[in-house]
């Protein structure tokens, strides 16, 4: 398990990362969202080890990562500028990843090459962008570690691609507990994919929430009412949203299913449905709560 307490990082008067506390149980999928420049790329690189923290902890099963050879090889990390050795393929850079990670699967290897069209012997330096994040993601998934740091990997990759890298990543969640924390600024891309989700801004993170917890007790429905309803209808439900079109009633809300379904049905609706909440909706409504505006955050 990943926990970070308190991780700080300054880069002379810029603080990038500002005292952090997060908790990434293995076998999930950690979302980490935020607007370019909240902190995401510095905070992965203390994850994998590559930076220092200047104030608190970032540690793996209660050791700390920074040179710690033993917990780097159950690492790796995916960096959103692709680098790879001047004038090297994909098969040198297979045979220089096998040199430190013991369980790097070889076989796994050539059948992903073949199924995403690449050719190992090709210089890399001719990839395209999305070929280049298709080389670092094979890579990444046959290295065989226990953890995978992904920054932005999904930009650059067309729609076919990008699912399969996620069908990837699912695949070895479900064969082997692999957890893959993934950044990005778009929320769209996480959607279907991630387990629990922190939002980080201005370097630290305003909240970190399991998405399934998030939707279990949060609602949307949609009611029409013949006869415009008090002012008072709405009190005694947890109301967090609410959006009124004419006799169209849109609200978004906390509580049990059943108790907000009895509720609004009490109100005798001409027409009353439950729709499905996006991981978009639940963090506009968190982060209204918490007096943000997510669009002003991320878009």
Not at 222 to 239: K, R, Y
Request: aromatic fraction near 10%.
């Amino acid at each position: 398990m990943i926990t970070a307490n308190n991780a700080t990082k300054h880069f002379g008067g810029i603080t990038a990362v500002d005292h952090v506390c997060a908790e990434v149980r293995d076998g999930s999928v950690y979302g980490l969202i935020g607007s370019n420049g909240a902190g995401k790329s510095t905070f992965l690189r203390m994850l994998a080890g590559i930076l220092l923290p200047d104030e608190g902890t970032v540690q793996i099963d209660g050791a700390d990562v920074f040179e710690n050879t033993a917990l780097k090889e159950r690492c790796f990390f995916i960096s959103d500028e692709q680098f790879f050795f001047p004038n090297s393929t994909p098969a040198e850079m297979k045979n220089y990843y096998k040199r430190f990670y013991r369980h790097f699967d070889e076989e796994r290897y050539r059948k992903l090459m073949d199924g995403f069209g690449l050719d190992e012997n090709r210089k890399i330096r001719t990839f395209s962008k999305g070929m280049k994040k298709q080389v670092s993601v094979i890579c990444g998934v046959c290295a065989g570690t226990d953890y995978l740091f992904c920054d932005e990997t999904f930009d650059g990759l067309d729609p076919v691609v990008r699912q399969t890298v996620k069908s990837l990543f699912a695949e070895d969640v479900e064969s082997r507990g692999l957890t893959p924390v993934v950044a990005s600024h778009n929320l769209r891309e996480l959607e279907d994919f991630c387990d629990h989700v922190g939002l980080l801004h201005r370097g630290g993170i305003l909240f970190s929430r399991d998405l399934e917890e998030m939707k279990l007790d949060m609602f949307k429905m949609q009611c029409i009412f013949t006869s415009p309803l008090p002012e008072n209808a709405w009190d005694g439900i947890d109301v967090m949203h609410l959006d009124r079109r004419g006799s169209l009633y849109t609200l978004t809300a906390r509580g049990s299913r059943e108790a907000l379904l009895a509720r609004v049905n009490a109100m005798n609706p001409s027409f009353c449905e439950m729709l499905p909440l996006t991981l978009e909706e639940i963090f506009i409504n968190e982060t209204e709560v918490a007096g943000y505006d997510i669009k002003k955050l991320l878009f």
